[in-house]
């Protein structure tokens, strides 16, 4: 059974930084592209960061780019999210994925329950 299990969202302030975590289980985890996907309130979930299997490439959204890192450790099957210089466009849900792109493999329609980040004075 494919786990996924979010954590570490909260409430920050503006230009603050979290990390979160997604720890896995279920699934061979050392050779499948994770990513990280956020839901607005309103909005459509869209695509934030995602890394290969043995981490050799990543790739963002535009609007992260430069403030956010993805990175896993294949030994724990965890993958995670530096979220540095948030802001208030940052808060969302934040959920991550055994994919590369949207839709992509057989495990691409599992979600774990996410983790809230907001992101406010």
């Known amino acids: 059974q494919v786990q996924l299990v979010e954590s570490g969202g909260a409430l920050v302030q503006p230009g603050g930084s979290l990390r979160l975590s997604c720890a896995t289980s279920g699934f061979v985890f050392d050779r499948t592209a994770m990513s990280w996907y956020r839901q607005a309130p309103g909005k459509e979930r869209e695509q934030v960061a995602s890394?290969?299997?043995?981490?050799?490439?990543?790739k963002y959204a535009d609007s992260v780019k430069g403030r956010f890192t993805i990175s896993r450790d294949n030994d724990k099957n965890t993958v995670y999210l530096q979220m540095n210089n948030l802001k208030a466009e940052d808060t969302a849900v934040y959920y991550c994925?055994?994919?590369?792109?949207?839709?992509?493999?057989?495990?691409?329609?599992?979600w774990g329950q996410g983790t809230q980040v907001v992101v406010s004075l």
């Open positions: 994925n055994p994919s590369w792109l949207p839709g992509s493999g057989t495990l691409s329609g599992i």
């Open positions: 890394i290969t299997a043995l981490s050799r490439a990543t």
